[in-house]
């Protein structure tokens, strides 16, 4: 099996274009997708439970008659993870230890200061009230999603976390389940797709309506987030995984070559890219990719991917590799070179940065414990990691005294009536000292 990655220069005239017809993306959904979820979710807000019921067994082919069957309760889940293997228990708890250390480092403050005629002005920080979490069903189960959602919410404060998981077939994931427990997870529903999506946002006889939706899931999955958007919060609209390595060329090229996989394994439409100024060490990852996807699991996927939307790029210098970086804005970036320390202030846009040759992607997406849940699709330019900060509100503090109420509403009349709106200048005029 030979894979034959795109290779890309910064000195060809065509670079730039090359490079961003490489990195489109359109997470669009299509009209017959559109459609479909649309009729979903007017499915769900008209019939509620039984619509559940039947779109379960339609989709994810089961044979239900009831929401209980669909329903998993608490001690169900402290089961599975009393049953599970002691190697993954231990593995998840010390995963969930360390999500949950890092994620305490972001908890916010409320704060407040008090003018010198008494004027009080403040911020103070409250919890959502509940959170619905999608974790994806079917061809891969991901028990780190769990964790890297739930953790930070519950850091947050948030008292109810309910959870959507599909069991296509039947075929119930223990790990998922554990990792509930683990994480502290209120409600657990096996339902899935677009269907569970509009259940979270406007609620069912059996399932609650929640404030906000997070965690990955197909285009079904996606565009039924875009399209409640507004009657809940979303956390985002994620697109396909995506990886890119700059390397000074020192590092083993099988260790890079591994690093790219792991992201093309994901699917097909997954992105890795390596950017060096080492032409020959960009050659032996080539070399290294031939020999090593092989022995791969899921190589036909990889090939497909790296194929498809991988490439390698050739730069001048580690100044232009910076460059290429920056634009690039990948949801994950491996700085494979001797001191990233020197050049980590200059990355300017990136989910997640992992510096230095021992410092492989995997260990972010499941147990360093930053989150894993990133923006793709150059969104990085913009958006931040999820973290306790998606699950916490700022509200502004206001307390005039009265001298304060008499200076400002000056102030507030002149503006105000500046904007021909008359009510909001005399209500501030009212409070003016005679």
């Known amino acids: 099996m030979t894979i034959s990655i795109k290779q890309l220069n910064t000195v060809d005239s065509d670079f730039w274009a090359a490079l961003d017809n490489l990195l489109a993306w359109e997470s669009v959904s299509d009209d017959q997708v559109f459609s479909t979820v649309?009729?979903?979710?007017?499915?769900?807000?008209?019939?509620?439970?039984?619509?559940?019921?039947?779109?379960?067994?339609?989709l994810d082919r089961l044979s239900v008659s009831s929401m209980d069957e669909l329903t998993v309760s608490p001690e169900r889940?402290?089961?599975?993870l009393e049953q599970l293997?002691?190697?993954?228990?231990?593995?998840?708890?010390?995963?969930?230890?360390?999500?949950?250390?890092?994620?305490?480092?972001?908890?916010?403050?409320?704060?407040?200061?008090?003018?010198?005629d008494g004027t009080m002005?403040?911020?103070?920080?409250?919890?959502?009230?509940?959170?619905?979490?999608?974790?994806?069903?079917?061809?891969?189960?991901?028990?780190?999603?769990?964790?890297?959602?739930?953790?930070?919410?519950?850091v947050a404060g948030v008292e109810e976390i309910v959870m959507v998981v599909p069991t296509p077939d039947g075929e119930v994931n223990e790990m998922v389940?554990?990792?509930?427990?683990?994480?502290g997870v209120t409600k657990v529903f096996t339902i899935g797709g677009a269907q569970a999506v509009a259940a979270l946002a406007y609620g069912t006889e059996t399932i609650p309506s929640v404030d906000k939706i997070v965690g990955p899931g197909n285009i079904y999955v996606a565009t039924a987030k875009s399209m409640v958007f507004g009657k809940v919060g979303i956390d985002m609209i994620?697109?396909?995984?995506?990886?890119?390595?700059?390397?000074?060329?020192?590092s083993d090229p099988d260790w890079i070559a591994m690093d790219l996989f792991s992201q093309a394994e994901h699917d097909e439409d997954a992105q890795s890219i390596l950017v060096s100024p080492d032409k020959e060490f960009l050659a032996a990852v080539q070399t290294s990719i031939n020999k090593l996807v092989a022995e791969m699991e899921r190589k036909e996927i990889i090939t497909t991917s790296l194929n498809e939307r991988g490439a390698m790029i050739h730069v001048k210098n580690m100044d232009e590799a910076i460059q290429v970086a920056n634009y690039i804005a990948p949801e994950h970036l491996?700085?494979?070179?001797?001191?990233?320390?020197?050049?980590?202030?200059?990355?300017?846009?990136?989910?997640?940065?992992?510096?230095?040759?021992?410092?492989?992607?995997a260990l972010g997406d499941y147990c360093a414990g930053p989150n894993h849940v990133l923006p793709t699709s150059r969104t990085a330019r913009f958006s931040s990691p999820l973290g306790v900060y998606d699950f916490q509100k700022r509200s502004s503090l206001i307390m005039c005294s009265e001298d304060?109420?008499?200076?400002?509403?000056?102030?507030?009349?002149?503006?105000?009536?500046?904007?021909?709106?008359?009510?909001?200048?005399?209500?501030?005029?009212?409070?003016?000292?005679?």
Request: hydrophobic fraction near 45%; glycine fraction near 8%; include cysteine.
């Open 38 to 58: 649309k009729n979903i979710i007017a499915d769900v807000r008209n019939k509620g439970d039984k619509a559940l019921i039947e779109l379960s067994n339609k």
């Open 77 to 80: 889940l402290a089961l599975a």
């Open 85 to 116: 293997d002691p190697v993954q228990r231990i593995a998840l708890e010390t995963a969930a230890e360390r999500v949950r250390l890092y994620h305490e480092k972001q908890l916010m403050p409320s704060w407040q200061y008090t003018e010198d």
């Open 121 to 154: 002005l403040g911020q103070q920080i409250t919890a959502l009230e509940s959170v619905g979490l999608y974790v994806p069903g079917g061809k891969a189960t991901y028990p780190s999603s769990v964790l890297m959602n739930a953790i930070p919410a519950k």
């Open 177 to 183: 389940l554990a990792a509930a427990q683990i994480a």
């Open 238 to 250: 994620a697109g396909p995984s995506e990886i890119l390595v700059v390397c000074d060329g020192k």
């Open 334 to 361: 491996e700085l494979a070179v001797d001191n990233p320390q020197a050049i980590v202030a200059d990355i300017r846009h990136a989910g997640a940065i992992f510096m230095g040759r021992y410092t492989a992607e």
């Open 404 to 434: 304060g109420a008499s200076e400002l509403g000056k102030v507030a009349s002149v503006l105000a009536r500046g904007e021909s709106l008359t009510a909001h200048a005399r209500s501030a005029e009212y409070r003016i000292k005679k």
